[in-house]
């Protein structure tokens, strides 16, 4: 058991089961061959007009007349796929559930990459275990489960109601109205007036279904191959079906917008009339402050350039009647001189 935590425990335990059980399980196989031919067989000899039609309807006229004019034993193989006829037991699906949750745990953390997310999903699937994850899993299922009633639906509208086969529109609105009556709401709070009332959990209702899941599986079957032996009317439900889920997405993205405007609110709460004119008062007194402070240091500039002014004046008086003291000394003293010499 030890070994089977890793994978080449378990490609051990896959190789030795099938040698045990070679022989037994190429006899299931035949038998399962042989009932699948017998099947088909009995499609081909025992069907009626109206079932013809009604595979017509859903392969293609083309395809039921191939089939019909087929030799099922000579003209077609059925094969096994890979790794579905491999004996299951507890021991071999335990390691399998290990050798994928060590996988998972591995590359979860590049959820966010398609071919991740493509690899992990087959490495299940040849494991033999279904494989869904992701947001509005259930969403897609949903919608497959859907998209598979509505033939069940054209079927019984085209029996009872016959005269709507050549009214693609009125067909239409009738299969949607069937489906909506078996899958109802098809679109949460589609008719309410506030998409955003929460449900007994608390939840707003636009919000319990994934609407791009939706949106993904009916865009995969309008442009798939199944799309072509649908009808008219079959097509413009889809299309409905599709429309309503992309408005829903709309509204959903309104009411988020709405949600986080609203919270923004909360965490920043914006003041009252009362407390804006109490700060508006503030900031003009806060103003006339400013502008009487910047008054009194222009004031206050201007006595001390003119202090300056004067200070600058008189020290040049000053300097002027030094200058012109020194002058008339030194005058006084060139003409004694000249006296004396001519004495």
């Not at 335990?13 to 037994?24: I, K, L, N, T, V």
């Not at 054209?154 to 067909?171: D, G, H, K, R, T």
């Not at 949607?176 to 709401?185: D, I, K, S, T, V």
Request: net charge negative; hydrophobic share 40%.
């Amino acid at each position: 058991m030890r070994s089977a935590g890793t994978a080449t425990g378990v490609t051990a335990m896959q190789e030795q089961a099938s040698r045990r059980q070679a022989g037994p399980v190429d006899q299931r196989i035949q038998r399962d061959k042989e009932l699948i031919i017998q099947c088909l067989e009995n499609i081909q000899e025992y069907s009626t007009p109206e079932q013809l039609d009604m595979l017509g309807k859903r392969f293609g006229k083309d395809v039921v007349k191939a089939f019909m004019a087929t030799n099922l034993r000579q003209d077609i193989v059925i094969g096994i796929k890979a790794n579905s006829d491999m004996p299951r037991s507890m021991a071999l699906q335990t390691a399998n559930f290990q050798a994928l949750a060590q996988a998972m745990q591995q590359l979860m953390q590049f959820s966010d990459n398609p071919s991740v997310m493509e690899f992990l999903s087959e490495m299940a699937t040849s494991m033999g275990f279904p494989f869904s994850i992701g947001e509005g899993r259930n969403d897609r299922r949903e919608a497959e489960y859907r998209l598979n009633l509505l033939n069940d639906i054209e079927a019984v509208i085209m029996q009872s109601q016959p005269e709507l086969l050549n009214n693609s529109l009125e067909l239409a609105n009738a299969m949607y109205q069937g489906l909506a009556q078996m899958c109802g709401p098809l679109v949460q709070d589609a008719e309410e007036a506030n998409p955003a009332a929460p449900d007994d959990s608390g939840i707003p209702r636009i919000f319990l279904q994934f609407h791009p899941s939706f949106m993904d599986v009916y865009k995969d079957w309008l442009f798939g191959e199944q799309v072509k032996g649908a009808s008219n009317a079959r097509k413009l439900c889809v299309i409905q079906m599709w429309l309503d889920h992309y408005k829903a997405q709309l509204s959903q993205q309104a009411v988020m917008a709405q949600l986080q405007a609203g919270l923004a609110q909360a965490m920043n709460p914006q003041p009252s009339p009362e407390d804006e004119a109490a700060l508006k008062d503030e900031e003009m007194r806060r103003q006339q402050e400013g502008a009487e402070m910047d008054h009194q240091r222009q004031l206050e500039l201007r006595d001390k350039d003119a202090e300056l002014g004067e200070r600058s004046a008189s020290a040049n008086h000053d300097r002027k009647l030094v200058e012109q003291g020194a002058q008339h000394a030194g005058t006084m003293e060139i003409e004694r001189a000249r006296q004396s010499a001519g004495a």
